[in-house]
């Protein structure tokens, strides 16, 4: 996988491109689970309150290759806390380049020390998820 900013995204030196999946109901959810257990429900709360209206939840094991497959269009969702600015900034540029929206759980502005980032396949899934999660404590 390689990205540059305003140079697109590729996979083997081919160009890549995010599902553009915008219904929750076809969305493929991927998450990953925080080592700090009170971060660890968390992100259980939100997988819970979602399971219900997506098509399918993966964990992967890896926060970067949730990423990557995002960009590659294979999942649509990658729901995260706590990430590393260095992976946050990696992902970015590849989601995006991709034609993915890069956001917050929250809501709040994104930026490379987001401690609940967002990586969704369009901006019509990002709003429809952010509607869902907002009422999970």
Do not use: C
Not at 14 to 36: L, M
Not at 55 to 80: C, F, H, K, P
Not at 100 to 113: L, P, R
């Amino acid at each position: 996988f390689a990205a540059y900013h305003h140079g697109g995204a590729t996979l083997n030196g081919k160009p890549i491109h995010v599902s553009g999946v915008n219904e929750v109901y076809r969305a493929i959810i991927s998450f990953d689970t925080p080592r700090r257990p009170e971060a660890r429900q968390k992100i259980m709360d939100y997988v819970q309150s979602l399971i219900k209206h997506v098509r399918t939840v993966r964990g992967l094991g890896s926060a970067v290759l949730n990423m990557a497959y995002i960009a590659a269009g294979w999942t649509d969702v990658y729901l995260a806390l706590n990430m590393s600015p260095w992976d946050q900034m990696a992902a970015a540029v590849l989601v995006e380049e991709a034609g993915g929206v890069v956001a917050t759980i929250s809501g709040q502005a994104w930026d490379s020390e987001s401690l609940d980032p967002l990586m969704v396949a369009s901006v019509e899934l990002e709003r429809a998820l952010r509607m869902l999660l907002k009422d999970v404590s």
